[in-house]
Nanobody, 114 residues
Framework: QVQLVESGGGVVQAGGSLRLSCTAS????????MGWYRQAPGKQREFVAV??SYADSVKGRFTISRDNAKNTVYLQMNSLKPDDTAVYLC?????????????WGQGTQVTVSS
């Protein structure tokens, strides 16, 4: 089994910054990908970033990075807008030696006030 745990969410004013972290632990042979989605109240879950790909709505403002030695992915979020308010969820595509599965974290709340 694999667990993903996010941290770094909070409340910030528009124009501010936050840095999210997500660390994977458990039965890990190799992590094929780690990325971020978000879900706002009443809306569908939407892609944010993975690898070098970003949603159009966050390009130029958000930066994703990974520390493979720590099994951790980060999301640096700058110039935040109220529309960025959502629960941010980390996901990982993890090879546990005999199988590969997708895993999700529990999410971390980001609230941007105007």
């Amino acid at each position: 089994q694999v667990q993903l745990v996010e941290s770094g969410g909070g409340v910030v004013q528009a124009g501010g910054s936050l840095r999210l972290s997500c660390t994977a632990s458990g039965s890990i042979f190799r992590i094929n990908a780690m990325g971020w989605y978000r879900q706002a109240p009443g809306k569908q879950r939407e892609f944010v970033a993975v690898g070098s790909s970003y949603a159009d709505s966050v390009k130029g403002r958000f930066t994703i990075s990974r520390d493979n030695a720590k099994n951790t992915v980060y999301l640096q979020m700058n110039s935040l807008k109220p529309d960025d308010t959502a629960v941010y969820l980390c996901y990982g595509v993890v090879n546990s030696g005999g199988y590969t599965r997708n895993y999700w974290g529990q999410g971390t709340q980001v609230t941007v006030s105007s």
